[in-house]
């Protein structure tokens, strides 16, 4: 015990840091958590949440949609299932994920570059806006991207099997990752090439492909199980936000709300420069998948800042890399720089957290009502807020108006109850008479269902509706 914690005080020590950094970011993170426990989630986590009790129980209760992958739904429904309350306990583990992450790459990072790399690199990935707000979400986002950097390292390492253990299981927690799995398996090619060891170029590559597929060849079994299809969440989940099509600044959308998140983000071309410059080709293995799921992203027809998570620890490797390269180039004493970048991201920080924390103690209370009234229900539940699969024990039947006519169609006669939150209705261009539709489908519920509850909010109504 007492070599444990002298091998604790030294790494401390050691790593000062990085250390009071991720303190202020665990302390932070904490006081949000804990202050918003008993607020409702977000709509994809409670989907998340949803799924892993319905897998959990017995595919009695929760929720079900085949676009999206089984990861994070395994991990919040074991959870679930040992008694974990799943309103605010998410929150908490999204936290964890992140510091663990987050401690990862700082270990990866400092024993392949200077410690000063890693730390200014997890320095810049923590204070970011966007990595900050959704590291205490329950999303996909940064776990996967956690996956693909720890996969991209093991390749620099040589680790072919590992990397491609990593690689897959960043695609089984949003599938947009696999797309660093080209770029891995390319630079592994490269870097045999450059070797001058051409047997390799094509080993090398292969193992990493054959260990990601084996990780993933039994979730494809799986969706033939369940669906017929190997492959119809994949299509199903690029189908969904490609009917949201986007088109910004042809290229540079990432960068420019990158910079909005991060604005250390402005010495990632210096830090690509010196890479490029110097030929180092330690920075291949991360240079790789950044680019190729950069480029993914930018023609991905739906674009939100949320997005960049997948490649953002990359963005901050090669902003740290510009950072040290402007440092070193004297324009002031490098101690004094040192301290001046190091107070800045505090600074970035605890803006990140004085913003998240603000946005995180507003809750509709009308909504919070209505949810709470829904644990009462049995049975099936159909409707079109999610969220209440984290406050009853009931199969829930999502209705969203691209399929609202199928879905209706299907579940009339069925369904026990009909939950809805009019403000949880939405309409695309994609969807065709949308405004007249739902106005017809409110009419159809008023006319032959009964109202078990019913509250008209500031902005927003609530209704449950009976079968009769």
């Given amino acids: 015990m007492r070599e444990r914690l002298a091998y604790i005080r030294e790494s401390i020590r050691n790593n000062k840091k990085f250390t009071v950094f991720l303190s202020v970011f665990v302390l932070t993170q904490l006081a949000i958590v804990l202050s918003s426990w008993k607020s409702p989630l977000i709509w994809d986590s409670s989907v998340y949440a949803g799924m892993g009790k319905r897998m959990f129980s017995g595919w009695q209760y929760g929720i079900w949609e085949s676009f999206r992958p089984l990861a994070l739904p395994v991990v919040l429904g074991t959870l679930w299932k040992a008694g974990m309350p799943m309103v605010g306990f998410p929150r908490l583990v999204g936290v964890f994920i992140s510091v663990t992450g987050v401690t990862g790459i700082y270990v990866m990072l400092k024993g392949i570059f200077q410690k000063e790399t890693a730390f200014f690199t997890t320095a810049i990935l923590m204070s970011s806006m ?72 094509f080993r090398r590559p292969l193992i990493y492909t054959v260990s990601f597929f084996a990780t993933t060849i039994p979730y494809f079994a799986y969706n033939v199980h369940l669906y017929g299809d190997a492959f119809r969440p994949l299509i199903n989940g690029a189908a969904i936000p490609a009917m949201n099509p986007d088109k910004y600044f042809y290229g540079v959308y990432y960068l420019l709300e990158a910079l909005k998140a991060q604005p250390f983000i402005l010495f990632l071309p210096l830090g690509v420069f010196v890479v490029l410059r110097n030929r180092d080709w330690d920075y291949g293995a991360f240079m790789a998948p950044m680019i190729s799921l950069y480029l993914f992203f930018t023609v991905y027809s ?112 069925e369904a026990d109850y009909y939950a809805f939150n009019s403000c949880s209705w939405y309409c695309t261009p994609a969807i065709d008479n949308c405004e007249s539709m739902l106005s017809n489908f409110s009419e159809e519920m008023s006319s032959n269902y009964s109202e078990k509850f019913s509250l008209q909010g500031g902005s927003c109504n609530y209704t449950i509706y009976e079968d009769r």
């Fill in 302 to 413: 739906h674009k939100e800042p949320r997005f960049m998570l997948l490649f953002l620890p990359f963005l901050a490797l090669f902003s740290a890399e510009g950072l040290r390269e402007f440092k070193s180039r004297g324009y002031i004493s490098q101690d004094v720089f040192v301290k001046i970048a190091s107070a800045s991201l505090m600074v970035i920080m605890l803006v990140s957290f004085s913003v998240s924390f603000g946005q995180s103690q507003w809750v509709n209370q009308d909504r919070v009502e209505f949810l709470q009234e829904t644990g009462e229900l049995e049975g099936v539940v159909a409707g079109n807020d999610p969220v209440v699969v984290l406050y009853g024990d009931f199969e829930f039947v999502p209705i969203r108006p691209e399929n609202l006519q199928e879905i209706y169609g299907n579940i009339k006669g």
């Fill in 130 to 201: 966007i990595f900050y707000k959704y590291s205490h979400y329950a999303l996909t986002g940064v776990p996967s991207a956690i996956m693909v950097f720890t996969g991209a390292y093991l390749a620099q390492r040589d680790q072919k099997l590992f990397s491609g253990f990593f690689s897959s299981l960043g695609f089984l927690t949003r599938f947009p990752a696999a797309i660093a799995a080209p770029g891995i398996a390319a630079y592994l090619f490269l870097d045999s090439l450059r070797k001058e060891v051409s047997f390799e170029a």
